[in-house]
């Protein structure tokens, strides 16, 4: 039988492997702040939030619309999002003739504005179709905002994408749980900006 102290050891293991990346999530708040701001300008502007990612980054994408559409917390105002991989049939549907590399990216090119927002979520930054998407949504005038994890991947680097925030972690149990804080951050700071209509119509100083 192992002793209480391994016991110690391996929680203490187990936390540590996750405080790196949440204090990483802290330092990257200038990022954090324009993203949420650059989001709200565009749902001031009437725009609305795409959101995407597959496998697990596929139940984070209808984690976030549904949160900005029926907000937990009373009293917030609903904001328009969807999830694009919440429709099955249209996945698969064009997935089937176009292939998976394009299941986003032809969904946006049909159902986006140019005041949208898209929201690409990818657990190590290396998703093509998410990758595809971003850079439509970039072509279309699109707001991109990506979440990605170890060192950002080809997403974090491809200028198409305005606004990253990376998970650094190689672990993708660690990424989705820092995911999971950083979307639940842009939450609550688009609506500090969105119901400050006034701070919108200024440019955020560097």
């Known amino acids: 039988m192992s002793r209480p102290e391994h016991g110690t050891e391996l929680i203490d293991t187990v936390f540590g492997r996750r405080a790196e990346p ?3 999530l802290g ?8 993203t949420c701001h650059a989001m709200a300008a565009r749902f001031h502007q009437g725009g609305k939030l795409l959101v995407f990612g597959n496998g697990g980054a596929s139940t984070d994408a209808q984690h976030v619309a549904v949160e900005f559409v029926h907000p937990v917390i009373v009293g917030k105002r609903a904001l328009p ?3 694009l991989t919440s429709d099955i ?3 698969t549907g064009v997935a089937n003739r176009a292939g998976l590399p394009e299941v986003f990216a032809h ?6 504005h140019p005041t949208d927002i898209a929201l690409g979520i990818s657990s190590d930054g290396s998703c ?5 998407g971003l850079r439509c949504a970039a072509e279309r005038g699109l707001l991109t905002v990506a979440l990605t994890g170890g060192d950002g ?4 680097r491809d200028a198409s994408v ?3 925030l990376v998970a650094r972690s190689d672990d993708p149990r660690v990424v989705k749980e820092v995911h999971v804080t950083a979307y639940h951050i842009l939450w609550e700071l688009v609506h500090v900006f969105f119901e400050h209509p006034g701070v919108l119509q200024r440019e955020m100083k560097s």
């Open 81 to 83: 999002a969807l999830s």
């Open 162 to 164: 305005e606004h990253v």
């Open 27 to 34: 330092d990257q708040a200038d990022t954090v702040a324009r």
């Open 153 to 156: 991947g080809q997403i974090a």
């Open 22 to 24: 949440v204090q990483d």
């Open 128 to 132: 093509e179709n998410v990758l595809r």
């Open 89 to 91: 049939a249209t996945v």
């Open 107 to 112: 969904q946006i090119r049909h159902l986006s």
